[in-house]
C-alpha cells in the first residue's frame, strides 16, 4: 500500500517575521546594546581595513561631498560629515544628559556631585601627565587630551554584562564621573582645538546662544526652533574658530528639563474630567476629541528635554555613534610591529587610559573618602572600586574624536593615536571585567558600610 509523504505546513508569514526580528528586538532591549554594537562596528572596520577590501574602506569614507551654492560651498568627505555633522547630535544628546542630571539627577546637589567629580579630576589630570611626560618636546604633545575621556557608552556596557557583581551605586558613580569627563573633554576642544579665533563670528555665535536662553526662559517646546538655532549656531561656531560640534552641547543645554505644569495639578484636573466624560453619552467623535485632551494634558508633564531624549537617543546609540566608530576605527596593520607600539605618541595613549585612569580615579577617591569628604559610593570595597576604576579607561569615542581634531593633518600621527586608543580601551575593558568577575561580591545593604583601612579604598 502506497504512503502518501507528509506535507510540512508552511509557517505563516507574520509568524516567520516575528521569529526573524525576535532576537534583534531583544538585543535592542539589553542595556548593554549600545556599547556592543560600538564595539562590533570597531571590530568590523579593523577587519574591513585589513581586508583585501581595504580600498574599499578608504574610498566609502574618504569620498568627496559638497553641500550649499556659490560662496557658501562646503566640501567635505562622507568622514569628516560623520565627525563634524552627524556627532553634532551626539554632543546635542551630552548636553541634554548633563543638563539632566544638574537639574534632577546625581549632579543635583553639590554632596552627590563632589565624589565623582574629584575622581574624574584625577581621571582627566593623571593621563594626561602620563601622556605628556612621554610625548613632550615632539610634534605629539598636542595629543595630550587624548587619554583624558571614559567612553560612557562601552564602560556602562561593560559593567551591566555584570549584573550583581556590582553594586547601583557604582554604576551612579562612574555614570557621573563619565559625564563630568564629558564637561572636561567639551571644554578642552573648545578650548585647545579651534582652528583659530574670528571675532565677529563668535560674536554671532553669542547672539544665537542669547536667543536660545530666551527659548529655555519661555518655555519653547517645538524641537523645529531648536533644529533651526542648532544649524545656526553651528555655522557661526564653525567660521568662529570653535569647533562646531560644541554647538550641539550648548543647546542640549538650553532644551527645558522642567515640566510646564506640577503633575500633581494635571492629574488633579483630570480625575474630575474623566468622571465627567464617563457620565456623557456615547459619542464617538467627542470621545477622540476628549482623549486628544487627555493626551495634550498629560504632554504638559514630560519635560521637553525628556522628550528629545527619547527621540534622539536611538538615532544617537544605534546609528551616530556606531557609525562614527566604523569611520573612525579601521587602521591598517600592514608593516607594524611591537616597535611601533612601544613609539611615545601609542604608548602614552595605552598608559594614560590602561594606567592613568585607574591611578588617578582610584586615589583620588581614596583620598576624598579617607579625609571624610565623601563616603564610598554603593558601600563598596576596594576591590570593587578599583575594578570600576579601571573600566573607565575605556575611552573610546570622544579620544578617537580628539585625536581627529589633534592630527587632522597628519594621518601618520593620527594612526598612532588610534592605534592607543583601540589597545588602551581593549586592555581597561579585559582587565576591569575579570577584576570584577572574579573579585567580592558587592556588601550586603544590611551590613554597615566601612571607611577604608590604610592602604585600602
Same mark, same amino acid.
Given at each position: 500500500?502506497?504512503?502518501?509523504?507528509?506535507?510540512?505546513?508552511?509557517?505563516?508569514?507574520?509568524?516567520?517575521?516575528?521569529?526573524?526580528?525576535? =532576537?534583534?528586538?531583544?538585543?535592542?532591549?539589553?542595556?548593554?546594546?549600545?556599547?556592543?554594537?560600538?564595539?562590533?562596528?570597531?571590530?568590523?572596520? $579593523?577587519?574591513?581595513?585589513?581586508?583585501?577590501?581595504?580600498?574599499?574602506?578608504?574610498?566609502?569614507?574618504?569620498? =568627496?561631498?559638497?553641500?550649499?551654492?556659490?560662496?557658501?560651498?562646503?566640501? #567635505?568627505?562622507?568622514?569628516?560629515?560623520?565627525?563634524?555633522?552627524?556627532?553634532?547630535?551626539? #554632543?546635542?544628546?551630552?548636553? $541634554?544628559?548633563?543638563?539632566?542630571?544638574?537639574?534632577?539627577?546625581?549632579?543635583?546637589?553639590?554632596?552627590?556631585?563632589?565624589?565623582?567629580?574629584?575622581?574624574?579630576?584625577?581621571?582627566?589630570?593623571? =593621563?594626561?601627565?602620563?601622556?605628556?611626560?612621554?610625548?613632550?618636546?615632539?610634534?605629539?604633545?598636542?595629543?595630550?587630551?587624548?587619554?583624558?575621556?571614559?567612553?560612557?557608552?562601552?564602560?556602562?556596557?561593560?559593567?551591566?554584562?555584570?549584573?550583581?557583581?556590582?553594586?547601583?551605586?557604582?554604576?551612579? #558613580?562612574? %555614570?557621573?564621573?563619565?559625564?563630568?569627563?564629558?564637561? *572636561?573633554?567639551?571644554?578642552?576642544?573648545?578650548?585647545?582645538?579651534?582652528?583659530?579665533?574670528?571675532?565677529?563670528?563668535? !560674536?554671532?555665535?553669542? *547672539?544665537?546662544?542669547?536667543?536660545?536662553?530666551?527659548?529655555?526662559?519661555?518655555?519653547? &517646546?517645538?524641537?523645529?526652533?531648536?533644529?533651526?538655532?542648532?544649524?545656526?549656531?553651528?555655522?557661526?561656531?564653525?567660521?568662529?574658530? /570653535?569647533?562646531?560640534?560644541?554647538?550641539?552641547?550648548?543647546? *542640549?543645554?538650553?532644551?527645558?528639563?522642567?515640566?510646564?505644569?506640577?503633575?500633581?495639578?494635571?492629574?488633579?484636573?483630570?480625575?474630575?474630567?474623566?468622571?465627567?466624560?464617563?457620565?456623557?453619552?456615547?459619542?464617538?467623535?467627542?470621545? %477622540?476629541?476628549?482623549?486628544?485632551?487627555?493626551?495634550?494634558?498629560?504632554?504638559?508633564?514630560?519635560? =521637553?528635554? %525628556?522628550?528629545? /531624549?527619547?527621540?534622539? @537617543?536611538?538615532?544617537?546609540?544605534?546609528?551616530?555613534?556606531?557609525?562614527?566608530?566604523?569611520?573612525?576605527?579601521?587602521?591598517?596593520?600592514?608593516?607594524?610591529?611591537?616597535?611601533?607600539?612601544?613609539?611615545?605618541?601609542? !604608548?602614552?595613549?595605552?598608559?594614560?587610559?590602561?594606567?592613568?585612569?585607574?591611578?588617578?580615579? #582610584?586615589?583620588?577617591?581614596?583620598?576624598? /573618602?579617607?579625609?571624610?569628604?565623601?563616603?564610598?559610593?554603593?558601600?563598596?570595597?576596594?576591590?570593587?572600586?578599583?575594578?570600576?576604576?579601571?573600566?573607565?579607561?575605556?575611552?573610546?569615542?570622544?579620544?578617537?574624536?580628539?585625536?581627529?581634531?589633534?592630527?587632522?593633518?597628519?594621518? @601618520?600621527?593620527?594612526?598612532?593615536?588610534?592605534?592607543?586608543?583601540?589597545?588602551?580601551?581593549?586592555?581597561?575593558?579585559?582587565?576591569?571585567? !575579570?577584576? !570584577? &568577575?572574579?573579585?567580592?561580591?558587592?556588601?550586603?545593604?544590611?551590613?554597615?558600610?566601612?571607611?577604608?583601612?590604610?592602604?585600602?579604598?
Amino acid at each position: 500500500m502506497e504512503t502518501r509523504p507528509e506535507t510540512v505546513q508552511p509557517v505563516p508569514l507574520p509568524r516567520l517575521f516575528k521569529v526573524a526580528v525576535a =532576537p534583534v528586538q531583544a538585543f535592542f532591549k539589553l542595556e548593554a546594546s549600545g556599547g556592543i554594537l560600538l564595539a562590533l562596528c570597531a571590530v568590523a572596520a $579593523m577587519i574591513w581595513a585589513n581586508s583585501p577590501w581595504a580600498s574599499t574602506y578608504t574610498g566609502l569614507f574618504d569620498a =568627496p561631498l559638497a553641500f550649499g551654492t556659490g560662496s557658501t560651498l562646503f566640501h #567635505f568627505t562622507f568622514r569628516e560629515f560623520i565627525n563634524d555633522g552627524l556627532m553634532t547630535i551626539f #554632543f546635542f544628546l551630552v548636553g $541634554m544628559e548633563i543638563k539632566r542630571e544638574l537639574a534632577a539627577g546625581e549632579l543635583r546637589t553639590l554632596s552627590k556631585a563632589l565624589l565623582p567629580l574629584i575622581a574624574a579630576v584625577g581621571g582627566m589630570v593623571v =593621563p594626561a601627565a602620563i601622556y605628556a611626560a612621554l610625548n613632550a618636546g615632539t610634534p605629539a604633545l598636542k595629543g595630550w587630551a587624548i587619554p583624558m575621556a571614559t567612553d560612557i557608552a562601552f564602560a556602562i556596557g561593560c559593567l551591566t554584562l555584570l549584573k550583581g557583581r556590582v553594586s547601583h551605586g557604582l554604576v551612579v #558613580f562612574l %555614570t557621573a564621573l563619565a559625564i563630568f569627563d564629558d564637561i *572636561g573633554g567639551i571644554l578642552v576642544i573648545a578650548m585647545f582645538y579651534g582652528t583659530g579665533l574670528h571675532v565677529e563670528w563668535l !560674536l554671532a555665535a553669542l *547672539g544665537v546662544t542669547a536667543v536660545l536662553v530666551a527659548c529655555n526662559k519661555f518655555y519653547v &517646546r517645538n524641537g523645529l526652533v531648536y533644529a533651526v538655532l542648532l544649524g545656526a549656531l553651528w555655522y557661526t561656531m564653525h567660521h568662529g574658530g /570653535v569647533h562646531a560640534t560644541i554647538a550641539g552641547v550648548v543647546v *542640549g543645554m538650553m532644551i527645558p528639563a522642567r515640566p510646564v505644569r506640577r503633575g500633581r495639578l494635571v492629574l488633579e484636573e483630570l480625575h474630575g474630567f474623566i468622571g465627567q466624560l464617563l457620565r456623557e453619552p456615547e459619542d464617538e467623535t467627542l470621545r %477622540t476629541n476628549q482623549l486628544l485632551h487627555i493626551e495634550e494634558q498629560l504632554e504638559d508633564i514630560e519635560p =521637553p528635554l %525628556t522628550r528629545f /531624549v527619547h527621540i534622539w @537617543h536611538g538615532w544617537s546609540a544605534y546609528a551616530i555613534v556606531p557609525l562614527f566608530a566604523l569611520a573612525n576605527s579601521g587602521i591598517s596593520l600592514a608593516g607594524m610591529s611591537l616597535a611601533d607600539v612601544l613609539r611615545p605618541l601609542p !604608548l602614552g595613549v595605552v598608559l594614560g587610559l590602561f594606567v592613568g585612569k585607574q591611578l588617578g580615579i #582610584f586615589l583620588f577617591t581614596w583620598v576624598a /573618602v579617607k579625609t571624610g569628604l565623601a563616603d564610598m559610593p554603593g558601600r563598596a570595597g576596594a576591590m570593587q572600586l578599583y575594578g570600576v576604576s579601571v573600566v573607565a579607561g575605556i575611552g573610546f569615542t570622544v579620544a578617537l574624536f580628539v585625536a581627529g581634531l589633534a592630527f587632522a593633518n597628519e594621518p @601618520h600621527l593620527l594612526t598612532e593615536a588610534k592605534l592607543g586608543i583601540l589597545l588602551g580601551s581593549l586592555l581597561s575593558a579585559l582587565v576591569g571585567y !575579570l577584576l !570584577l &568577575r572574579f573579585g567580592p561580591t558587592p556588601r550586603p545593604q544590611g551590613e554597615p558600610a566601612s571607611k577604608p583601612a590604610s592602604g585600602a579604598a
